[in-house]
């Protein structure tokens, strides 16, 4: 099993995981974009007993962003760390691609949701299958 680490921006957080994931996704939801600050977000979603929180716990700041759903964040440095999305994936812990140390192969998006609602500039990737 191939180990994947994370960290925040500032290093007060630490994560890691195992492979395999569940998916990774590029979502274009309004809420996404909002929480994520970009024009779209490409996640990693993880089983959750493959996740370990390896430093920081206590740097770590939760937004209820709905009933099922909230977002983790570093409060020094307010990188998102993971992300509970409880509607779509009540099993896993969502992680933003982006604070991934060491990206390999298996992490390249799998798949792209919520197209109606993207950005009018964002394009669609051909190469990965929409979802919705």
């Known amino acids: 099993m191939s180990k994947i680490t994370g960290s925040c921006?500032?290093?007060?957080?630490?994560?890691e995981f195992y492979l395999p994931i569940t998916t990774v996704l590029q979502c274009h939801c309004s809420?996404?974009?909002k929480l994520h600050g970009s024009d779209y977000s490409t996640y990693v979603v993880v089983p959750k007993e493959q996740f370990l929180l390896?430093?920081?716990q206590d740097s770590?700041?939760?937004?209820?962003?709905t009933e099922a759903s909230h977002k983790n964040f570093c409060s020094k440095c307010g990188s998102p760390t993971h992300l509970v999305n409880g509607k779509?994936?009540?099993d896993?812990?969502?992680l933003p691609l982006g604070i991934v140390e060491n990206y390999?192969?298996?992490l390249a998006p799998q798949i792209?949701?919520?197209t109606s609602e993207k950005a009018r500039w964002s394009h669609i990737h051909d190469d990965v299958p929409v979802f919705s």
């Open 88 to 90: 779509h994936f009540p």
């Open 31 to 33: 809420m996404c974009r």
């Open 104 to 106: 390999i192969d298996e």
């Open 112 to 114: 792209q949701v919520y």
């Open 9 to 15: 921006h500032c290093g007060s957080v630490n994560w």
């Open 54 to 56: 390896s430093k920081g």
């Open 92 to 94: 896993d812990l969502v």
């Open 60 to 65: 770590i700041t939760s937004y209820q962003a």
